[in-house]
T-cell receptor, first 114, second 109 residues
Framework: DTGVSQDPRHKITKRGQNVTFRCDPISEHNRLYWYRQTLGQGPEFLTYFQNEAQLEKSRLLSDRFSAERPKGSFSTLEIQRTEQGDSAMYLC????????????FGQGTRLTVV | AQRVTQPEKLLSVFKGAPVELKCNYS??????LFWYVQYSRQRLQLLLR??SRESIKGFTADLNKGETSFHLKKPFAQEEDSAMYYCALSPYNNNDMRFGAGTRLTVKP
């Protein structure tokens, strides 16, 4: 599968623990995005990278959240001191830079905070 | 800030009937608009881009700037069209893409 891959697919953690998710984009894509999706809602933008530079962060991305893309390839999203409200599907997407190309999504990581 | 509204959470039609999934947006400039689809147990995937004016799986969508709408249409629905559909808007170059809450389409036999 040469699409966007995310790991793990599911994560259950206790409140207060730290979690880290990984995303591997389509290899030739220079843009990488993180979204969060909760039940009954569409994906909500969190942040995106162009190569290794983090260009934009949503106000949804509190200081407990940090994302990196150190070599412009894979990315990690870390959530520190998880809260029950962090329970959601975390989606990664990638794209080429260009008008109207759209995003290519991974299958997501479902986080459950208990 | 841009906003995307999909007024119908659920839409049910019979096989062979026409289907229209509504999408309205608010944005002051000329945005890029998209439809994404998520079939059961599959990832979210791009269906249509307004910029390409294409027809995919029999679906078309026309950007109406006057009504700020980008409704998705298909003249004859098929059972395999049953899925979750999301309308999305980007100001430019896939930046800050915002999604609607989605419409679940069910096509009954």
């Amino acid at each position: 599968d040469t699409g966007v891959s995310q790991d793990p697919r599911h994560k259950i953690t206790k409140r207060g623990q730290n979690v880290t998710f990984r995303c591997d984009p389509i290899s030739e894509h220079n843009r990488l995005y993180w979204y969060r999706q909760t039940l009954g809602q569409g994906p909500e933008f969190l942040t995106y990278f162009q190569n290794e530079a983090q260009l934009e962060k949503s106000r949804l991305l509190s200081d407990r959240f940090s994302a990196e893309r150190p070599k412009g390839s894979f990315s990690t999203l870390e959530i520190q001191r998880t809260e029950q409200g962090d329970s959601a599907m975390y989606l990664c997407a990638s794209s080429l830079l260009g008008v109207g190309t759209g995003l290519f999504f991974g299958q997501g990581t479902r986080l459950t905070v208990v | 800030a841009q906003r995307v509204t999909q007024p119908e959470k659920l839409l049910s039609v019979f096989k062979g009937a026409p289907v229209e999934l509504k999408c309205n947006y608010s944005y002051s400039g000329s945005p890029e608009l998209f439809w994404y689809v998520q079939y059961s147990r599959q990832r979210l995937q791009l269906l249509l881009r307004h910029i390409s004016r294409e027809s995919i799986k029999g679906f078309t969508a026309d950007l109406n700037k006057g009504e700020t709408s980008f409704h998705l249409k298909k003249p004859f629905a098929q059972e395999e069209d049953s899925a979750m559909y999301y309308c999305a808007l980007s100001p430019y170059n896939n930046n800050d893409m915002r999604f609607g809450a989605g419409t679940r389409l069910t096509v009954k036999p």
